[in-house]
C-alpha cells in the first residue's frame, strides 16, 4: 500500500491496481453588487454564499477502470456533479467514459472552478447551458492535440422526469503546436473547436404526480440569459423568453501561455430554433420577430503572475498553478505565495432580431396569447414592463 | 434580449497548491432590448427596458480543495 499526498491522501495499491483518494471543494464568496435601482429596478446586493463546497472520491477501480464521483452541498441543494466510469485500457491516450460529466465544449467550461482565473466562468457559458450531462464519450488526449465527442441526454436533476426528451451531441477538438518547457520557460500555444447540438422535448406533457413543477415548459424549452457583472449572486440582466427547443452552439478557442503570461480568447455561437408547434400563431409575439435568431458570446482574457508561476496546461485545460513560495505547506511554507493580476473583457449579445414586439409598453401589459404563458419570458421587473420578446 | 458588455480585473492570492484568496472588480454596461413596442391601437412606443444600466460589483473568495 502507498500514500500519496495530493491535497489529501491518495492510498494505492502497490502494483497501481487500485487507488482510492477522497477529494472535494469549499469555495466561500462574498458580492458586494450596484445593479443600478434607478434603471433596473433591482436593490443593490449584498452577501455571501457558499459558492461550491462538494465531495467526492477518485480513483482506480481495477487495472484500467478508473471512477470519479462528487456531489456538491452548496446552498442547501444536492447536486450531482462528476459521476463517471472511465475505461482506458484500448490504447495509449484513449478513453471510453460514461455518466454524468461535462459535454466537451469551450476551454473555459472544461477547465475546472478550482483553477478559474476569475469568479466566474465567461458569461456565454452559462447562457448556453454548457454544463454537465448524463451521457456516453471518447476522448482521445496526446500532448499535442485532443478529441473528444459524446452523446448525452439530460442533466442529472431531469433524470427522473424529462429522461428520453433532451438529445444531445457534442464534440471538441484541441491542438496545442507548441506545448513545451524551453530553459525553464513554460509555452504554450493553444487552439480549438467545439460543437454541440441540442434537441428539446418533441411533446408537451403534463408534470408527473407528485413533483412541485408548476409549468412545465420550465423543462422542457432552452432560453439563454446572463448575469450582471460576471457575479453569481447578481441578477439576470440579459435574457431571453424561454421558447426554444433546439439549438446549435459553436466555438473557437486559443490561447497563449508563456512563463508567467496567459492570454486567452474564444468566440462563440448559437443558433436557437423557436418551438412553433408551442405557439401557433404566437411566435412574433413571443420572439425574435417569429425568426430563429443568432446570438453570440465571446471573450478575451489575459493574465500575469507577478511572482513568476505559470499556469499548467495538459490535455486542451488548465489545470493546477503549482506555487514556488507558498504561504502554508508544511516544510515548505513561509513564502509569499502566487500572486497574479488578470483582467478580462467579456460580451454576450442577445439582441439578433430584436426590432420591434407588440404590447402595450405604457398599462405593461400583454396580448392574452402571451399573458398565459408570461413565466416563460424572461427576466421580469415588477411594476415595470418585462424584457419579452426581441 | 440584450447585450452586456462586462470588464473586470481581478488579483489572485495563492497560499500554496490548493488554497487561494480571490478579489474582483467587475462592470457591466447593458444595452439594446425591444426597441419599439406596437399595441392594440397601432401606435408605436419605445421601451427599452434597462438600457444603459451599469451594474458595477465586488466579489471576493477564499477557495480550498483536497
Given at each position: 500500500?502507498?500514500?500519496?499526498?495530493?491535497?489529501?491522501?491518495?492510498?494505492?495499491?502497490?502494483?497501481?491496481?487500485?487507488?482510492?483518494?477522497?477529494?472535494?471543494?469549499?469555495?466561500?464568496?462574498?458580492?458586494?453588487?450596484?445593479?443600478?435601482?434607478?434603471?433596473?429596478?433591482?436593490?443593490?446586493?449584498?452577501?455571501?454564499?457558499?459558492?461550491?463546497?462538494?465531495?467526492?472520491?477518485?480513483?482506480?477501480?481495477?487495472?484500467?477502470?478508473?471512477?470519479?464521483?462528487?456531489?456538491?452541498?452548496?446552498?442547501?441543494?444536492?447536486?450531482?456533479?462528476?459521476?463517471?466510469?472511465?475505461?482506458?485500457?484500448?490504447?495509449?491516450?484513449?478513453?471510453?467514459?460514461?455518466?454524468?460529466?461535462?459535454?466537451?465544449?469551450?476551454?473555459?467550461?472544461?477547465?475546472?472552478?478550482?483553477?478559474?482565473?476569475?469568479?466566474?466562468?465567461?458569461?456565454?457559458?452559462?447562457?448556453?447551458?454548457?454544463?454537465?450531462?448524463?451521457?456516453?464519450?471518447?476522448?482521445?488526449?496526446?500532448?499535442?492535440?485532443?478529441?473528444?465527442?459524446?452523446?448525452?441526454?439530460?442533466?442529472?436533476?431531469?433524470?427522473?422526469?424529462?429522461?428520453?426528451?433532451?438529445?444531445?451531441?457534442?464534440?471538441?477538438?484541441?491542438?496545442?503546436?507548441?506545448?513545451?518547457?524551453?530553459?525553464?520557460?513554460?509555452?504554450?500555444?493553444?487552439?480549438?473547436?467545439?460543437?454541440?447540438?441540442?434537441?428539446?422535448?418533441?411533446?408537451?406533457?403534463?408534470?408527473?404526480?407528485?413533483?412541485?413543477?408548476?409549468?412545465?415548459?420550465?423543462?422542457?424549452?432552452?432560453?439563454?440569459?446572463?448575469?450582471?457583472?460576471?457575479?453569481?449572486?447578481?441578477?439576470?440582466?440579459?435574457?431571453?423568453?424561454?421558447?426554444?427547443?433546439?439549438?446549435?452552439?459553436?466555438?473557437?478557442?486559443?490561447?497563449?501561455?508563456?512563463?508567467?503570461?496567459?492570454?486567452?480568447?474564444?468566440?462563440?455561437?448559437?443558433?436557437?430554433?423557436?418551438?412553433?408547434?408551442?405557439?401557433?400563431?404566437?411566435?412574433?409575439?413571443?420572439?425574435?420577430?417569429?425568426?430563429?435568431?443568432?446570438?453570440?458570446?465571446?471573450?478575451?482574457?489575459?493574465?500575469?503572475?507577478?511572482?513568476?508561476?505559470?499556469?499548467?496546461?495538459?490535455?486542451?485545460?488548465?489545470?493546477?498553478?503549482?506555487?514556488?513560495?507558498?504561504?502554508?505547506?508544511?516544510?515548505?511554507?513561509?513564502?509569499?505565495?502566487?500572486?497574479?493580476?488578470?483582467?478580462?473583457?467579456?460580451?454576450?449579445?442577445?439582441?439578433?432580431?430584436?426590432?420591434?414586439?407588440?404590447g402595450n409598453p405604457t398599462?405593461?401589459?400583454?396580448?392574452?396569447?402571451?399573458?398565459?404563458?408570461?413565466?416563460?419570458?424572461?427576466?421580469?421587473?415588477?411594476?415595470?414592463l418585462?424584457?419579452?420578446?426581441? | 434580449?440584450?447585450?452586456?458588455?462586462?470588464?473586470?480585473?481581478?488579483?489572485?492570492?495563492?497560499?500554496?497548491?490548493?488554497?487561494?484568496?480571490?478579489?474582483?472588480?467587475?462592470?457591466?454596461?447593458?444595452?439594446?432590448?425591444?426597441q419599439l413596442f406596437t399595441n392594440?391601437?397601432?401606435v408605436v412606443a419605445s421601451a427599452?427596458?434597462?438600457?444603459?444600466?451599469?451594474?458595477?460589483?465586488?466579489?471576493?473568495?477564499?477557495?480550498?480543495?483536497?
Open positions: 500500500m502507498k500514500v500519496k499526498w495530493k491535497g489529501a491522501p491518495e492510498l494505492s495499491s502497490a502494483d497501481g491496481k487500485f487507488s482510492f483518494k477522497v477529494r472535494g471543494r469549499l469555495q466561500t464568496d462574498y458580492n458586494a453588487i450596484d445593479q443600478d435601482f434607478d434603471i433596473t429596478g433591482r436593490p443593490d446586493v449584498n452577501a455571501a454564499e457558499l459558492r461550491r463546497a462538494r465531495l467526492g472520491v477518485e480513483g482506480v477501480l481495477f487495472y484500467n477502470v478508473a471512477y470519479k464521483f462528487e456531489v456538491d452541498f452548496a446552498n442547501d441543494v444536492t447536486a450531482i456533479k462528476d459521476a463517471y466510469v472511465e475505461y482506458d485500457g484500448l490504447a495509449d491516450g484513449l478513453s471510453l467514459r460514461a455518466g454524468n460529466f461535462k459535454t466537451p465544449n469551450s476551454l473555459d467550461e472544461m477547465t475546472s472552478s478550482r483553477f478559474l482565473t476569475f469568479l466566474e466562468r465567461a458569461a456565454f457559458v452559462e447562457a448556453w447551458g454548457l454544463d454537465r450531462q448524463i451521457g456516453a464519450g471518447v476522448i482521445y488526449a496526446q500532448d499535442h492535440f485532443t478529441l473528444s465527442a459524446g452523446i448525452f441526454g439530460p442533466e442529472p436533476f431531469d433524470d427522473e422526469i424529462w429522461l428520453k426528451d433532451v438529445k444531445t451531441g457534442a464534440a471538441r477538438a484541441t491542438f496545442a503546436p507548441i506545448n513545451r518547457e524551453v530553459n525553464g520557460v513554460h509555452q504554450v500555444i493553444h487552439l480549438g473547436a467545439s460543437w454541440r447540438g441540442r434537441e428539446g422535448a418533441e411533446d408537451r406533457r403534463s408534470p408527473p404526480s407528485g413533483t412541485s413543477i408548476s409549468n412545465p415548459f420550465n423543462d422542457e424549452l432552452f432560453r439563454y440569459r446572463a448575469r450582471g457583472a460576471d457575479l453569481h449572486l447578481a441578477d439576470r440582466f440579459v435574457s431571453t423568453p424561454q421558447v426554444f427547443n433546439e439549438d446549435q452552439f459553436w466555438g473557437v478557442e486559443g490561447a497563449v501561455i508563456w512563463g508567467p503570461v496567459h492570454v486567452v480568447g474564444e468566440y462563440t455561437q448559437l443558433e436557437g430554433d423557436i418551438a412553433r408547434a408551442r405557439f401557433p400563431g404566437t411566435p412574433p409575439l413571443l420572439c425574435c420577430n417569429g425568426k430563429d435568431p443568432t446570438y453570440d458570446g465571446w471573450y478575451v482574457e489575459a493574465g500575469w503572475f507577478l511572482t513568476g508561476e505559470t499556469r499548467s496546461y495538459k490535455e486542451g485545460e488548465f489545470g493546477r498553478i503549482k506555487v514556488k513560495n507558498p504561504v502554508l505547506g508544511g516544510g515548505k511554507g513561509g513564502g509569499w505565495g502566487a500572486w497574479q493580476i488578470a483582467g478580462r473583457y467579456d460580451v454576450i449579445d442577445l439582441t439578433d432580431q430584436a426590432t420591434t414586439i407588440q398599462s405593461g401589459t400583454f396580448p392574452s396569447s402571451l399573458s398565459a404563458n408570461c413565466t416563460q419570458c424572461g427576466e421580469q421587473k415588477p411594476g415595470r418585462s424584457s419579452i420578446g426581441g | 434580449m440584450r447585450r452586456a458588455e462586462t470588464w473586470e480585473v481581478v488579483l489572485n492570492w495563492w497560499l500554496n497548491d490548493y488554497t487561494g484568496l480571490q478579489f474582483q472588480y467587475s462592470q457591466s454596461d447593458i444595452s439594446g432590448g425591444p392594440a391601437a397601432g427599452n427596458v434597462n438600457n444603459n444600466a451599469k451594474i458595477e460589483g465586488f466579489g471576493t473568495r477564499l477557495r480550498f480543495d483536497w
